[in-house]
């Protein structure tokens, strides 16, 4: 071999051996660089841990449980819980069917999703013929069946609560029979039932009951109790208001402060259930007034163009019609295109004397429920929507005076196609007024859903049942 190549395959080979050495060198920068972010990653979760647990009251607490919840889901660790819910109420019956998981933090229930139907009319329309009512509740439970896999059938709680329509019957023994009815329904359904799991429901737990839902779906719950907002539910034979109460005035009322349930322990409320200023209780109270038991029926609140419009109560049908004589008129003066012409009207001066008159039997305003925010639903939203003060898809904010200004505009006005919008609107801005003492400047809010999810007392009972 020459010198020549001698030189060449020293090159070669130290060369050679240099470029292992920096492979060697990148190969450990890499490796000590995954090392080095490995170590800032777990040093990062731990800080946000201890951050989470320890300042857990500083920081909304569902922003922490929601990203933990997420990535839990992601690698399986998503359990959920289901609860099927019957409300009987007054006008009708509705099937609540929600589906919870167990927050990975704290165990806390959160609304996934939840199915809701309802069938007309109510259960106690049905005290008659309580086998018929209870093929309603059967019906609605089949629709509860094909919103929960039937894996977790046997391990889902149902209830059905029945509220003022079973309480206000005449008669006990026709409750009684409408609920041993469905009792034989609730006994051939797969779902988990208990002894207890059919009741007529107190006032009490149902204006709890509403509070929790909107307080849980406004994400108020977790933080600071003077936080939460009111809530003014509107059903068809009572309504109830509820509040988390501070000032002397209701919390000298010790038997209106009741324990709400909540995810971090129970929370005081004040809550009255007022029964007969449901607003069908009210027109009923009102279209039936020095009327005995007859059942043709004249109001000076209904329009004199109504005659003889049904209105069943209770499985009692009225009818019903404005007053023949002696009515109120308004001209209209036309124009150029149209003849103007005298209409019946009703004179709402006189029919808010009737309902003041009626409602200050039954309510005592709450001292302290001017001082709060209002979220008001059941028929405050639907009559809301009715008459466009609100969109319905949507929602929104009004004033107290909304409801009063919008009364008087609709009984001006000569309808037949809504026989009763005056009365009910007039309902509801006296109640709101004079029953619960509010300004009429008063904002309050009017929904159905929040989030998605429907405002109703179901939920706040579905929670309670899963966490007993």
């Known amino acids: 071999m020459t010198n020549s190549e001698l030189r060449k395959r020293k090159n070669k080979q130290h060369n050679e051996g240099q470029s292992k050495s920096n492979n060697r060198k990148r190969k450990d920068k890499t490796v000590s660089s995954m ?46 819980v289901h609860a099927v819910v019957i409300d009987a109420g007054s006008t009708g019956s509705r099937v609540l069917a929600f589906t919870f998981h167990e927050s990975y933090f704290g165990g806390h229930l959160v609304l996934d999703k939840e199915l809701f139907s309802y069938t007309k009319p109510g259960l106690s329309s049905f005290a008659k013929e309580p086998q018929k009512g209870a093929a309603t509740i059967a019906n609605l439970l089949e629709e509860a069946k094909n919103e929960i896999p039937e894996e977790y059938w046997p391990t889902t709680p149902l209830i059905l609560k029945a509220t003022a329509g079973l309480r206000m ?56 109790p003077t936080s939460t907002v009111a809530a003014l539910d509107l059903g068809g034979g009572s309504t109830q208001v509820t509040f988390y109460a501070v000032t002397p005035a209701s919390l000298k009322e010790t038997q209106r402060i009741h324990q709400a349930v909540s995810p971090r322990g129970p929370i005081p409320v004040y809550t009255h259930s007022f029964a007969g200023l449901g607003l069908m209780a009210a027109r009923h109270a009102v279209v039936t007034l020095g009327q005995g038991r007859d059942k043709n029926v004249t109001s000076a609140c209904v329009n004199p163009i109504v005659r ?10 009225y009818f019903v019609s404005g007053l023949q004589e002696n009515y109120p008129t308004s001209h209209n003066k036309g124009s150029e295109t149209e003849v103007g012409e005298t209409v019946p009207i009703v004179n709402f001066q006189e029919c808010s004397r009737i309902v003041a008159d009626y409602v200050s039997s039954k309510a005592k ?45 609709v ?28 300004n009429e400047n008063t904002k309050i809010f009017l929904y159905k859903k929040i989030n998605g999810h429907e405002i109703s007392w179901a939920l706040g009972a579905a929670y309670d049942l899963l966490r007993r």
Not at 308 to 317: M, Q
Not at 380 to 409: C, M, W
Not at 419 to 428: A, K, S, V
């Open 35 to 80: 090392h080095t972010s490995l170590l800032c990653l777990i040093l990062s979760g731990t800080i946000l841990t201890l951050f989470i647990v320890l300042y857990t009251d500083q920081i909304p607490w569902y922003i922490g449980h929601r990203a933990v919840d997420t990535i839990a889901k992601q690698f399986g660790y998503h359990k959920p």
């Open 308 to 317: 003889g419009r049904k209105f069943s109560y209770h499985g009692t049908d």
């Open 411 to 438: 009984c001006h006005e000569a309808n037949a196609d809504q026989p009763f919008m005056c009365l009910d609107l007039t309902i509801i801005s006296v109640l709101l007024e004079q029953g619960f003492g509010l």
């Open 169 to 224: 019957l005449p008669k006990p023994e026709q409750a009684e029979r409408l609920l041993d009815s469905v009792g034989q329904v609730f006994r051939n359904t797969p779902f988990l039932t208990r002894e207890d799991s059919i009741e007529i429901m107190n006032g009490t737990d149902e204006g709890i009951f509403s509070w929790f839902t909107v307080n849980f779906l406004l994400e108020k719950l977790n933080g600071d």
């Open 365 to 409: 305003p709450p001292e302290e429920l001017p001082l709060k925010t209002i979220f008001a639903f059941s028929f405050y939203f639907d009559r809301a929507t009715e008459v466009g003060l609100i969109d319905e898809s949507t929602g929104g904010q009004i004033k107290i005076k909304d409801f009063k200004n919008t009364a008087k505009k």
